[in-house]
């Protein structure tokens, strides 16, 4: 009898503590590295913003959990010819003030981005769309310049934002009070600190996970590991690969990891400074050992690449050679070029790891340059990054992905000219990328781009390192699979039972 009531209380205080984690964990706590560069989703589109915005609101488009390209808030499309395509948008689904969502706003999203005037840096990568137009409620019809294959992949991060809400308070107000029509709405941004969203009741997905969701911004990694470790955060982003096991090894935390289709990569400017010098570039190119990098620093969560690109993005090659670890030829183009002590500055931030900088770093000045590091917060870094070539500095790390799986969304925002990233030119390397993303024959499309990684291991305005692992921390209470595109869906976590 004894036993028995033993047991009974067991099971009851278990019971009782079931029912108070699941009362007190109405919040899903995220650390990220960096605040929200911007909330509205046609500006920056950087890895910190977009995992909170996308939150926020809902896209054209999507892929499921396999990688293929799904509806959305568009139902259905198809191709009435060439350069056009015709969507049908859904007609249940409203923004979180109550407003409908119509074909007005669809079109009003694709026509905002396109448009020059917006600024926005994700232009090139729909710049091939001429115009949208409404035809009825719940149709819209979308025309490009050209045959553009890379369209569908291109639309499934375009976020549907709320015509009469934007054009009432403005883009800048806009972006400091967004208003979507997705699973959560911001409450509060308090700027540089957190983000903090409540579940919209109303969304036509069903009802959030989550009643509350807090999205911080915590640069140190440390802070974020001990955050996970002791409850205060139930997920952090960017587990350096060297802390991976004190994630793994904690009785109360798991390590969540997946190959992407992200890039990390060495931006070199190839328009100012000492890397103008095309010799100085090539010496770069061969003073990284870039199975080093991924040896020591990535701990086998990452794969060395030769271009700029991984398995996972169509137009990849590997067949186009990459440069092999050779210091020594490093030396000699750089005394060729003049270029001893040449002094070059690295520009960072904390989004990216720093034990990688460094060790570029090394590389580089052993082999007879001046490598200086400045580092920023994320939002000062990108403002660099994309702005004139004579202050967007000599080198800068990267890690790029496009989410649409396709060398257009790649190599031509990041080395097309006039592109607000490249900062380099090359007409012949224009004209095959334009080719590329303007015909539908797939194997002309490869062959092309296969054309176009050649001119850029020529020219050397930038080095593709490794294809990144994303890796995150989370809570053993945490039931998520991340994705290849990275894609942060608070809708699709949960509670375990």
């Known amino acids: 009898m004894k036993k028995n009531f033993a047991t009974i209380a067991a099971m009851a205080v278990a019971l009782l503590a079931s029912a108070a984690f699941a009362e007190a964990k109405d919040?899903?706590?995220?650390?990220?590295?960096?605040?929200?560069?911007?909330?509205?989703?046609?500006?920056?589109?950087?890895?910190?913003?977009?995992?909170?915005?996308?939150?926020?609101?809902?896209?054209?488009?999507?892929?499921?959990?396999?990688?293929?390209?799904?509806?959305?808030?568009?139902?259905?499309?198809?191709?009435?010819?060439?350069?056009?395509?015709?969507?049908?948008?859904?007609?249940?689904?409203?923004?979180?003030?109550?407003?409908?969502?119509?074909?007005?706003?669809?079109?009003?999203?694709?026509?905002r981005i396109i448009?020059?005037?917006?600024?926005?840096?994700?232009?090139?990568?729909?710049?091939?769309?001429?115009?949208?137009?409404?035809?009825?409620?719940?149709?819209?019809?979308?025309?490009?310049?050209?045959?553009?294959?890379?369209?569908?992949?291109?639309?499934?991060?375009?976020?549907?934002?709320?015509?009469?809400?934007?054009?009432?308070?403005?883009?800048?107000?806009?972006?400091?009070?967004?208003?979507?029509?997705?699973?959560?709405?911001?409450?509060?941004?308090?700027?540089?600190?957190?983000?903090?969203?409540?579940?919209?009741?109303?969304?036509?997905?069903?009802?959030?996970?989550?009643?509350h969701v807090v999205f911080r911004?915590?640069?140190?990694?440390?802070?974020?590991?001990?955050?996970?470790?002791?409850?205060?955060?139930?997920?952090?982003?960017?587990?350096?690969?060297?802390?991976?096991?004190?994630?793994?090894?904690?009785?109360?935390?798991?390590?969540?990891?997946?190959p992407?289709?992200?890039?990390?990569?060495?931006?070199?400017?190839?328009?100012?400074?000492?890397?103008?010098?095309?010799?100085?570039r090539e010496a770069i190119a061969y003073a990284i050992d870039k199975q080093g990098l991924v040896d020591a620093l990535l701990e086998g969560y990452g794969k060395p690449v030769n271009v700029m690109g991984a398995e996972p993005i169509f137009g990849y090659t590997d067949q186009v050679k990459g440069y092999d670890y050779n210091p020594e030829k490093a030396k000699e183009l750089i005394k060729e070029a003049g270029a001893e002590g040449g002094k070059l500055e690295f520009l960072t931030?904390?989004?990216?790891?720093?034990?990688?900088?460094?060790?570029?770093?090394?590389?580089?000045?052993?082999?007879?340059?001046?490598?200086?590091?400045?580092?920023?917060?994320?939002?000062?870094?990108?403002?660099?990054?994309?702005?004139?070539?004579?202050n967007a500095g000599s080198l800068a790390i990267g890690a790029w992905s496009c989410a649409c799986q396709d060398a257009d969304g790649i190599i031509y925002p990041l080395y097309r000219s006039g592109s607000i990233w490249a900062k380099y030119s090359n007409p012949k390397y224009d004209e095959l990328v334009d080719k590329a993303r303007s015909t539908l024959d797939v194997n002309e499309r490869k062959d092309l781009y296969a054309k176009a990684y050649e001119i850029l291991r020529q020219d050397v305005p930038g080095l593709g390192l490794y294809q990144v692992y994303a890796l995150y921390g989370a809570s053993k209470s945490l039931d998520w699979k991340p994705s290849a595109n990275e894609a942060m869906f608070v809708m699709d976590m949960s509670w375990k039972q």
């Open 260 to 280: 992407t289709e992200r890039v990390g990569y060495l931006y070199i400017n190839a328009e100012a400074g000492a890397t103008k010098d095309l010799k100085v």
């Open 115 to 211: 448009d020059p005037a917006l600024k926005s840096p994700q232009l090139s990568q729909f710049n091939q769309i001429d115009k949208a137009e409404v035809v009825d409620p719940t149709t819209v019809k979308v025309t490009t310049k050209s045959a553009y294959p890379a369209l569908l992949a291109q639309l499934v991060k375009l976020s549907i934002v709320p015509k009469a809400y934007v054009e009432k308070v403005g883009d800048q107000e806009f972006n400091l009070k967004p208003l979507g029509s997705g699973p959560y709405k911001v409450t509060e941004w308090k700027k540089g600190i957190e983000t903090d969203l409540d579940a919209y009741d109303n969304y036509w997905r069903g009802k959030p996970p989550f009643a």
């Open 27 to 111: 919040t899903l706590t995220i650390d990220l590295p960096n605040d929200a560069a911007t909330l509205d989703p046609h500006l920056q589109w950087n890895t910190d913003s977009y995992s909170v915005y996308r939150n926020i609101f809902d896209n054209l488009l999507t892929r499921d959990a396999s990688g293929e390209i799904v509806p959305q808030i568009a139902t259905k499309w198809t191709y009435d010819n060439d350069t056009t395509i015709t969507f049908k948008i859904r007609d249940d689904v409203t923004f979180q003030d109550g407003s409908k969502l119509t074909a007005d706003d669809v079109a009003f999203s694709i026509n």
């Open 217 to 258: 911004a915590v640069p140190d990694v440390s802070t974020r590991i001990a955050d996970l470790k002791t409850g205060k955060a139930d997920l952090i982003r960017d587990v350096p690969p060297d802390q991976t096991d004190s994630v793994k090894t904690a009785s109360d935390t798991q390590l969540l990891s997946v």
């Open 349 to 390: 931030s904390p989004s990216y790891s720093r034990a990688m900088v460094e060790a570029i770093q090394q590389m580089l000045n052993d082999v007879g340059l001046d490598v200086s590091i400045s580092s920023s917060d994320q939002a000062t870094f990108l403002k660099r990054r994309q702005g004139d070539a004579d």
